[in-house]
């Protein structure tokens, strides 16, 4: 089963579409799934805080706080909302929980002893800063370091673009009812939602409402998981260039051509521009170091990654509209991109190429294919992402916490793995050569971009899990890693 994702507006759809066909129970049975979990995480304590705002994800905590009640559990409710504007599901939410015999505190008791709080301050509706009153109390439920299940998102987070309205509550637990949002998984998302759950309140969502989004999940990437047959050789694993290292960054080209062995290609070159380049790494021998313009002359490259330590010099626009003239798999990394920004008769190029390209932009480098900046396209990370896709007819990762791989018919796939520890240089390098190791073995382009992003992720959460990082994690560890993970899924697929 895939795990789609919508944005929020269609998720109001897909309400519309589930009243039109005959349900109007939906905020009831959002209550009572998060009553559910919140008993559960209560895990035999008793006392819960409820915060109930003025719309309808307070009246799903007004259903929640009405059955934690009934089962006995000992339930104060805050209510920052006027009761003559509630939307008519909540303000009903509000009258039964009143008919229980529920009281309303306006603020929270300062003497108050809880275990859990329950957030249904905001929800999908909020839309512009937290100011005043709401502001103070998102930081006050913050400041009571109590564990917090937010119900549909964390009261201040912004549900498609994961961005704060000024402030968000840190939840420990959120409850993500009909299906999940974008702004949970990307940017600031994670560091706000805690642990996430999914509630369909019993609807199929894609059955209703087509999605375009996807979590990206090893069922996702499972097709592509092969082993090699018995009798291979190099020639049936396919050849690799990498295209960069300039002076003082012939690094980055050998870190991605290092990922590409190590990601099981045939045989990587790596063709450095610096003049004072290297014959061979000594680190890793079974790399063939080689001139820019002898890459061009082999007939066997089944894929091409540019732009690791590329630089910008005018050697470095010449082969890269050379490479764009070829009918090979690309994949552009770092100053390809910023270059392709620039040039543009090499978007043009880019567009119309017969072999197709992968885009491997961070913030930064988007916002220069976008003419924007990286602040505006944080704001918009799955619309900037599809955007380039569209625009230069390519598949596209922009990178970053919550990665978003983005295909030109508008498909789009959000990235659960990878941590902190990759926020250091070379981490994309080896990302790069990922990518080209498995487009040589013959994945499809996009089963490749979307193998290499999951287990790049998934190889730096690993070394966390043993405690190597996120301080001081290496980009060469997240290759090895890789490799060991990519031997464990395909060879011992249970373990
Ligand atoms: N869709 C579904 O299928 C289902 C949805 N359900 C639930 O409904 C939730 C969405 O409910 P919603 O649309 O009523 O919005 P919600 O998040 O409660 O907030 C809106 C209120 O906040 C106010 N407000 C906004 N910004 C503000 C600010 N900065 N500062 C102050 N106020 C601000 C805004 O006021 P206004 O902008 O009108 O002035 C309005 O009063 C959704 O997340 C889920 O939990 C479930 O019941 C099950 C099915
Ligand atoms: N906080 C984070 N969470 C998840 N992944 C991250 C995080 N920070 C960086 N990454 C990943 O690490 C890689 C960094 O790539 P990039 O910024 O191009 O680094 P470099 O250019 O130094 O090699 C990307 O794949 C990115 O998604
Ligand atoms: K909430």
């Known amino acids: ?122 929800g999908i509706g909020l839309a512009r800063e937290l100011s005043g009153r709401y502001l103070e109390l998102v930081r006050e439920i913050n400041r009571m370091n109590l564990p917090v299940l937010a119900l549909d998102i964390p009261s201040g987070l912004d549900a498609d673009a994961g961005q704060t309205f000024r402030a968000a509550i840190h939840a420990s637990h959120t409850l993500s009812f009909i299906a999940l949002k974008p702004g949970l998984l990307t940017a600031y998302g994670p560091d706000y939602c805690g642990q996430i759950h999914v509630d369909t309140l019993e609807l199929d969502a894609p059955a209703l409402l087509k999605p375009n989004g996807w979590l990206l999940e090893k069922t996702e990437v499972a097709a592509a998981l092969k082993p090699r047959p018995r009798n291979s050789h190099k020639g049936m694993l396919g050849s690799v260039g990498i295209l960069g290292g300039a002076s003082a960054m012939c690094g980055a080209a050998l870190l991605a051509g290092r990922a590409a062995l190590k990601l099981g290609a045939g045989r990587v070159y790596a063709a450095l521009l610096a003049d004072a380049a290297p014959a061979v790494d000594i680190g890793q021998p079974e790399l063939m170091l080689c001139a820019p313009e002898k890459l061009f002359q082999l007939d066997h490259l089944n894929c091409l990654a540019v732009g690791p330590g590329l630089g910008q010099s005018p050697q470095a626009v010449q082969l890269l509209r050379q490479a764009l003239e070829t009918e090979l798999p690309l994949v552009l990394d770092a100053d390809a991109l910023n270059l392709l920004a620039i040039h543009d008769d090499m978007q043009e190029l880019t567009k119309s190429r017969k072999g197709s390209t992968i885009l491997t932009p961070h913030s930064a480098e988007a916002a220069r294919l976008l003419s924007s900046t990286t602040h505006d396209i944080q704001q918009e990370r799955v619309h900037s992402a599809t955007l380039i896709a569209q625009r230069l007819n390519c598949l596209v990762v922009l990178k970053g916490a919550g990665s978003i791989c983005a295909t030109p018919k508008g498909e789009w796939f959000v990235n659960p793995t990878g941590n902190p520890g990759m926020s250091s240089a070379g981490m994309g390098d080896v990302l790069s050569g990922m990518i080209a190791a498995l487009i040589a073995q013959r994945l499809t382009p996009q089963s490749a971009l979307l193998l290499a992003v999951y287990l790049h992720g998934a190889a730096a959460d690993d070394w966390v899990e043993q405690g190597v990082g996120p301080i001081g994690l290496t980009a060469t560890e997240v290759a090895d890693a890789a490799r060991m993970l990519l031997n464990r899924w395909i060879y011992s697929p249970v373990a």
């Open 1 to 122: 089963m895939k795990t789609p994702i919508y944005f929020s507006h269609e998720i109001r759809q897909l309400e519309q579409l589930a009243r039109e066909s005959g349900i109007s129970d939906l905020m009831e049975r959002a209550g009572m799934a998060a009553a559910e979990l919140a008993r559960e995480l209560l895990a035999g304590k008793t006392s819960v805080l409820v915060i109930a705002g003025p719309g309808n994800n307070g009246g799903d905590a007004l259903v929640a706080a009405r059955h934690l009640k009934a089962w006995w559990f000992k339930v104060n409710i805050v209510f920052i909302g006027e009761t003559a504007k509630l939307p008519p599901d909540a303000a009903n939410a509000l009258q039964a929980w009143l008919a229980i015999g529920g009281e309303l505190l306006d603020a929270i008791p300062a003497d108050g002893k809880w275990d859990m709080v329950i957030d249904g301050l905001f």
